[in-house]
């Protein structure tokens, strides 16, 4: 085949994200084919500069900025801003040089072509006495084009022969690269609105598609999620407006690319390159037509649930466990432990409340439960806590008192001994120790003190039950806690000291861990009494007699009021504590923290061994 040329069309984003990575690397093109080709010198009768300046907004029609070729002729190079496209053309064609030589003295200059690239279209042009349109198409009499290259919808590189007789060298000029002027070719101009289209399948390539909005948008709806429902209808009319303007870009291209090419356009669909194209706008018009009503259809469907979702979100968050602590560290905690958290206030009610889920027996079917924090801490304090949670949240059947509280030490028995970040389970109790009658001869306890929750102590149990058996959920919960908020963490070791002593430094070592049943870094659970009263314990003596007259394992200062609130509202209660401090006078807040989280977890690995419970009156009370 004689008289081989090659022809390099590049089109590129002159407006837009992408526009000043485009210049630079156009640029830079222009700045090799000038070292490495010799593209030197004007080209005569266009009248412009051999160095393009700056490129201005894009325009109407075709400005041409710039050319210049070799002192020879046989290698030019041309730049032209079309209105958002800025194209890049070169023309190398020295004689007696073949395709492969040709391709060989072209890609150095222009490498790999970045994101920036809208494509490429490379033309081997040759001539054959009587080429044949076998497999192609013929753009003019006796002008041939084939495609080469892979037939890949978002394709960015295309390459294609061009072949026609050799007494039309002039057509083939005319329909490849141009007739003398500036004005592109009528390839050249299709090639680039293609390239738009192929493009737009690009970018739709790396949208989310369609059916998994519309999923998320469901699921939101299924689950009474506010945030969610927002964020994906949110999502979705983006993804339409980004849709619709692809709709009429991919409409604009495909008809510019026809009037391009004029007759030789024919009809939609066949084997060659044209018909592709043409099969292939009209196959992606009708995706994003598809995509465009499913995503309207579901948008409109959320749109007449969203006046039945307050409804049906108010009946899928009615709180069935309320969980008070008393200090930010434990309400911090325990708001660690919640899935699906938000904040709910109730008017008439000046406490915050964030109510959230924990997971249940069941595995699709997780409680919900309220968080609320006190104003501050004893046992008035809980009991007024109490009574507005109950109020405010008509559906909660139990209430868990969870936060920190001072051990109890018994280094002599070590069964019975508590360290710190230990977790202590009223599972036996509250004691009101201070709640007495005062008699000559001593003091007796007043009055009984209700009895905690039956289905946690059961549950209780069988966490036990699981222990034994080596299952610690709430290590897990710890773990995943302490990995987003290191503040949370375990303190050292040696900060965990029992005195015997307040007012000497004579330290108890601690028992043996084989023997006490501890084991490194890790809170081993107790059950038994708690005891209660409006004291905050700095007295080792105080809370040794307090603990051996009732056989308590913790202090603290809110349980009493928890117990009796929730036994007078008709409600079920527990308390469970993280031991952050010996109540002796070396108390401090460096437990404090770990103490409070311990406890938490504890309580999510407790609710999740009850099944789902029923709420209570099956509603909720008080405007929210």
Not at 64 to 73: E, F, G, H, K, V
Not at 371 to 398: I, K, M, P
Not at 457 to 483: C, F, Q, Y
Request: proline content about 7%; some cysteine.
């Amino acid at each position: 085949m004689s008289q081989q040329e090659l022809v390099v069309h590049l089109y590129t984003h002159a407006e837009g994200p992408h526009q000043a990575e485009a210049a630079a690397e156009v640029a830079a093109m222009w700045d090799r084919c000038r070292d490495e080709l010799g593209t030197t010198d004007a080209v005569p009768g266009l009248g412009l500069p051999v160095e393009p300046g700056g490129l201005g907004p894009p325009g109407s029609g075709t400005i041409a900025l710039a050319a210049a070729q070799r002192p020879d002729t046989h290698v030019q190079v041309l730049l032209r801003l079309h209105h958002d496209v800025l194209n890049l053309s070169v023309f190398a064609g020295p004689p007696g040089t073949t395709w492969p030589q040709q391709e060989n003295l072209l890609a150095p200059v222009f490498g790999t072509p970045s994101r920036a690239f809208i494509g490429t279209a490379w033309l081997y042009l040759g001539k054959d006495d009587e080429p044949s349109a076998a497999g192609g198409r013929e753009l003019a009499p006796g002008i041939v084009l084939r495609e080469t290259s892979a037939r890949v919808d978002t394709r960015v590189d295309r390459r294609f022969v061009v072949l026609a007789p050799t007494d039309r060298d002039d057509q083939l000029s005319d329909w490849t690269w141009g007739n003398g002027g500036v004005a592109m070719s009528p390839l050249a101009r299709y090639l680039m609105h293609v390239a738009k289209l192929r493009y737009q399948i690009r970018v739709h390539a790396a949208l989310p598609p369609a059916s998994e909005l519309c999923r998320r948008l469901e699921d939101a709806l299924a689950r009474g999620d506010h945030d969610e429902l927002k964020a994906s209808r949110f999502d979705i009319a983006r993804q339409l407006a980004a849709l619709r303007a692809m709709r009429r870009t991919v409409e604009i291209a495909s008809a510019n690319a026809v009037t391009a090419l004029g007759p030789a356009a024919g009809a939609p669909g066949g084997t060659d390159p044209i018909g592709d194209d043409r099969a292939l706008a009209d196959f992606f018009t009708q995706r994003l037509d598809d995509d465009i009503t499913y995503l309207e259809t579901s948008a409109e469907g959320a749109r007449q649930m969203t006046d039945l979702l307050p409804e049906i979100t108010r009946r899928r968050r009615e709180p069935t466990f309320g969980i008070v602590t008393a200090m930010p560290e434990e309400f911090a905690a325990v708001r660690f432990m919640l899935d699906d958290e938000e904040r709910l206030n109730v008017r008439g009610d000046r406490a915050n409340y964030f109510i959230g889920t924990m997971p249940s027996a069941v595995a699709d079917e997780p409680h919900v439960v309220v968080v609320t924090l006190l104003g501050e801490t004893a046992n008035s304090s809980a009991a007024d806590g109490c009574a507005n949670l109950a109020r405010s949240f008509g559906t909660v059947n139990c209430v868990v008192m969870c936060g920190i509280a001072a051990g109890v030490p018994a280094v002599t028995e070590p069964r019975k001994h508590v360290r710190l970040g230990d977790v202590v389970v009223a599972s036996w109790g509250i004691v009101d120790y201070d709640h007495v009658v005062d008699r000559p001869d001593g003091t007796e306890q007043r009055q009984s003190h209700p009895r905690p929750s039956s289905l946690l102590k059961h549950a209780a149990n069988l966490v036990e039950t699981h222990e034994r058996m080596g299952n610690r959920p709430w290590e897990a919960h710890i773990d995943a806690a302490v990995s987003l908020h290191p503040d949370f963490a375990r303190p050292p070791a040696d900060t965990d000291v029992v005195y015997a002593t307040d007012g000497g430094t004579a330290v108890l070592p601690h028992p043996d861990p084989l023997t006490s049943g501890h084991r490194p870094g890790r809170p081993k659970v107790h059950h038994g009494h708690i005891g209660s009263a409006d004291r905050s314990l700095r007295n080792l003596a105080r809370r040794d007699e307090v603990a051996a007259r009732h056989d308590l394992r913790a202090l603290e200062m809110e349980g009493t009021g928890i117990g009796k609130s929730s036994f007078a509202n008709g409600l079920e209660w527990y308390v469970v504590r993280g031991i952050s401090d010996y109540g002796d006078l070396r108390t401090g807040h460096l437990w404090r923290n770990h103490a409070a989280l311990v406890a938490a977890a504890y309580v999510k690995a407790l609710l999740a061994e009850c099944a789902p419970i029923e709420v209570r009156g099956g509603h909720v009370t008080g405007n929210r």
